[in-house]
Nanobody, 120 residues
Framework: QVQLVESGGGSVQPGGSLRLSCVAS????????MGWYRQAPGKQRELVAS???????NYADSVKGRFAISRDGARNTVSLQMNSLKVEDTAVYYC??????????????WGQGTQVTVSS
């Protein structure tokens, strides 16, 4: 099994910055895609950003130019730098990875979520 531990959430004023990090551990042979989703109260979970093993990135339109995703393959970590935060970025943020853990196909794993609150 693979465990994901997120850190870096918290409260910040509009315009501020936060950096989320997620470390994957356990039975990991390799990781393909890594990403961050978020879910605000009363809304569906949505993709924020993702990054492939080759470094290709994908962002939700609402965060383009403000958020940056990165990964460290050697440490099995993925980070999300969030700048110019807005009230509407308030949500629980979840880390997710697709990892080969001994099978023929990668399995999808999720972190427990970390709260990000943007308010004045």
């Amino acid at each position: 099994q693979v465990q994901l531990v997120e850190s870096g959430g918290g409260s910040v004023q509009p315009g501020g910055s936060l950096r989320l990090s997620c470390v994957a551990s356990g039975r990991i042979f390799s990781i393909t895609n890594m990403g961050w989703y978020r879910q605000a109260p009363g809304k569906q979970r949505e993709l924020v950003a993702s990054i492939s093993s080759g470094g290709s990135t994908n962002y939700a339109d609402s965060v383009k130019g403000r958020f940056a995703i990165s990964r460290d393959g050697a440490r099995n970590t993925v980070s999300l730098q969030m700048n110019s935060l807005k009230v509407e970025d308030t949500a629980v943020y979840y880390c997710t990875v697709d990892a080969y853990d001994g099978g023929f196909h990668p399995n999808e794993y999720w972190g427990q979520g970390t709260q990000v609150t943007v308010s004045s």
